[in-house]
């Protein structure tokens, strides 16, 4: 069989068929993991260019992280001439990083990561038009919304644009808005007592989910059944012969409404010891958020316990390769993305923490214990209790109704 794939092919029979995407992202891996995983379930893996908004860095920069990104650039851009041969300039000096290099560990089929320029992505878009067909925009993240709506409406026939996570503001300039339920939680009776009525507007969506809006439980993410298959082969020499039941353990850290310090890991260390009598083996991972004192703690009480191994960091990550063999997991209630990874699993998931959490966080919480997703973990478990419930497949019932939408246009994907 020659010639190129049908994936690449052109004609006239691309008109109408989404062949590519482009992905927006904002630096946060479990925003940007978002993305990617819609673009795998539609069948684009191969077929992306992933751009990421990149705020200014350094010196005064870190305290305008408040501002609107295109308002925080300006303000760097003036500061940079107004100091530039000051000797104040150290404390205004940011750093820009305008193109990345493309590592190992970038998504197959990536090309390229480049800083968000909308012009730029316009262009290639309208110029590639006949050869290529339509463009999925999948943005996830505050930082990538005036770009994705700047895009839709500077190419509005060659594009499908769909923002992941609330936007707020303007639902209507999208496509599609992927957004789990307990974002609307703000509406709720108990939602509007928690929130000062002058503060509404501004932290809250304002009206009920429309029809461009798609709802989800949690977050989604790539883990999906082809991965978690190729992880379970690569990590079968490591894992596949632990003892029996395997416990993954998955601290983060703490939140805005999620706040907690060393005292839910001095909570953790205490349930964990309790529990490993019925427990074969535990992995603990951390998270780039987890704080020193949190890690020394765990690192301190179970280094060197034959139970235990905590992975520190080096080494290829392991996660996905836990989500594959482990018999059950206990995360901390801070990360949305890790329960809703584990949670598709169909395997029994422990939460630690919920106490901690407020506001929308304690509403997602409650929805998975509601749906029998999750229990909260008290450290009285016995953890060879196989329990399941039906996964969370929210990348997949998001993905067949991008699809669904799409072909109400006389669109297709692939």
């Known amino acids: 069989m020659g010639g190129a794939p049908e994936i690449f092919a052109g004609g006239a029979g691309s008109r109408g068929a989404v062949r590519r995407a482009v992905v927006i ?13 819609l673009v795998r379930a539609l069948g684009l893996a191969d077929r992306l260019t992933l751009y990421r908004v990149i705020r200014p860095t350094g010196g005064i920069n870190k305290w305008l992280h408040f501002l609107p990104i295109y308002l925080h650039k300006l303000v760097d851009q003036v500061l940079r001439q107004m100091f530039s041969n000051d000797r104040l300039a150290t404390l205004f000096q940011g750093k820009r990083l305008a193109q990345y290099t493309v590592g190992n560990d970038q ?11 909308t012009k730029r992505i316009v262009t290639i878009v309208n110029d590639t038009f006949e050869k290529e067909g339509l ?8 930082d990538t919304i005036s770009y994705a709506s700047s895009i839709k409406r500077l190419a509005p026939d060659n594009v499908f644009v769909i923002q992941i996570q609330h936007p707020r503001f303007h639902l209507n300039r999208f496509d ?5 339920r307990h974002d609307y939680y703000a509406l709720t009776a108990r939602g509007q007592q928690e929130v000062p009525r002058l503060l509404r507007r501004w932290i809250t969506p304002r009206e009920p989910p429309g029809t461009n809006v798609v709802l989800t439980v949690g977050a989604l993410h790539q883990a999906d059944f082809a991965a978690l298959r190729i992880a379970a082969s690569d990590w079968h020499d490591e894992l596949a012969n632990l003892p029996k039941p395997l416990i993954a353990v998955n601290i983060g850290g703490p939140t805005r409404n999620c706040n907690y310090d060393v005292g839910l890991a001095k909570q953790l260390v205490c349930s964990l010891h309790n529990v490993l009598k019925t427990c074969g083996s535990i992995r603990i991972s951390f998270s780039r958020r987890t704080p020193h004192m949190v890690s020394d703690l765990i690192l301190k009480e179970f280094s060197t316990h034959s139970q235990v191994y905590i992975w520190d960091g080096e080494g290829p990550n392991p996660h996905l390769g836990h989500l594959a063999w482990a018999d059950a997991f206990i995360i901390t209630a801070d990360s949305i993305s890790m329960l809703s990874e584990a949670c598709s699993t169909g395997k029994p998931v422990y939460v630690v923490g919920t106490e901690y959490c407020r506001w929308k966080f304690s509403d997602f919480h409650n929805t998975l214990h509601e749906r029998g997703s999750v229990r909260f973990f008290t450290g009285l478990e016995d953890m060879s209790d196989n329990w ?9 019932d998001v993905a067949s109704r991008v699809r669904e939408v799409l072909a109400e246009r006389g669109w297709t994907v692939g």
């Open 25 to 37: 992202g904002n630096g946060c891996a479990g925003a940007e993991s978002q993305c990617l995983g």
């Open 107 to 117: 998504p197959s089929g990536l090309s390229s990561l480049l800083e968000a320029d």
């Open 135 to 142: 463009a999925l925009v999948v943005a996830c993240g505050r």
């Open 176 to 180: 599609l808005v992927v957004t789990p």
């Open 388 to 396: 399941s419930y039906p996964p969370l497949n929210d990348t997949t």
